[in-house]
């Protein structure tokens, strides 16, 4: 019914009309409801993870969500747990490396580490997924998402895990905020800077498996990165450019669901292509910008040198 439901739906000249009929299935509502509470959550999530440099890391734990959901789904569990269950166990595996040695010894055994347990996880998922021989048809829908069947249930799993998120970024938000742009002398002034990076990545963990169950774990990166990327472009100030993020990732959600319904294709190709959209407007606007200030300069070089 839901398939039929989605692959009937057609724009018309009244929006008005389109929009409530969008909104009459169940599963559109809570499509939307769970698309803006991952959105809100990633934002605040890849801000600092942008912010950090660890979107190898990100990426790291979104795969790890395949082998997870494909596995719950063999065994019979639902795929949200899987989700949660891998990504957070990633994250501590991530989270154990050692840190002796200096930052660069320390960031290099960080990569290593994250490829090591990408490469693993990957091998996993492929595994789960001939194990079951019924799951092929929807290898495609872990990889990069969907919008169908989003219970009332999932909704409720992804609210209480974003709240949680949120409530912990908020207490962390400063500390975290000094270690991640300087982490030695936020060590030296008595900021837990390893607590902090462990904390992150559990809460990193927790946003990479919510996000997979709406854009699928290969395109995680379109809401934990563009959209931060996008708003850190835009303005170096560390309020505004949060909520930028948040804005950001909410209209290319909004918007991905709703072409999403009328299109028989991916979610994740729609938000993805907002989202990299965003980020070429924003490239190309400081672009002019610097440009128009470049050419005034020129035009007024006793006036700069004032």
Not at 64 to 93: D, E, H, K, R, S
Not at 155 to 163: D, M, R, S
Not at 232 to 261: C, E, H, K, M, N
Request: charged letters at 5%; a positive charge.
């Amino acid at each position: 019914m839901i398939t039929a439901a989605a692959a009937d739906a057609a724009l018309s000249w009244n929006l008005v009309r389109d929009v409530r009929q969008m909104f009459a299935y169940s599963f559109m509502v809570n499509a939307f409801r769970a698309g803006t509470v991952v959105a809100v959550t990633a934002g605040a999530t890849g801000w600092f993870m942008v912010l950090r440099r660890q979107t190898f890391a990100g990426h790291t734990l979104a795969v790890a969500g395949f082998p997870g959901a494909a596995g719950a789904i063999w065994l019979g569990v639902g795929a949200t747990y899987g989700y949660f269950a891998f990504c957070l166990a990633a994250a501590l595996l991530i989270a154990a490396i050692p840190t002796a040695g200096g930052a660069t010894a320390g960031r290099a055994a960080e990569s290593a580490t994250v490829g090591t347990v990408q490469a693993f996880a990957l091998a996993c998922g492929f595994l789960f997924v001939s194990l079951y021989k019924g799951f092929l048809g929807g290898v495609n829908t872990l990889l990069f998402g969907s919008f169908l069947g989003i219970t009332d249930g999932m909704v409720l799993t992804l609210t209480a895990v974003a709240v949680a998120v949120l409530a912990v970024l908020a207490v962390l938000g400063r500390p975290l905020l000094f270690a991640s742009l300087d982490p030695a002398v936020a060590a030296a002034t008595g900021v837990p800077v390893r607590a902090l990076s462990v904390a992150f990545l559990i809460v990193l963990g927790s946003t990479a498996a919510e996000v997979s169950q709406i854009t699928g774990t290969l395109l995680v990166f379109t809401l934990l990165v563009i959209p931060a990327a996008t708003a850190q472009i835009l303005t170096p100030r560390p309020a505004l450019s949060l909520a930028l993020t948040v804005l950001f990732g909410l209209l290319v959600t909004w918007a991905g669901l709703t072409v999403a319904y009328y299109s028989p294709y991916p979610i994740g190709f729609f938000i993805t292509s907002f989202a990299f959209g965003l980020y070429l407007l924003a490239r190309l606007a400081v672009h002019a910008h610097d440009l128009l200030g470049r050419t005034a300069r020129t035009s007024h070089p006793a006036e700069a040198a004032a």
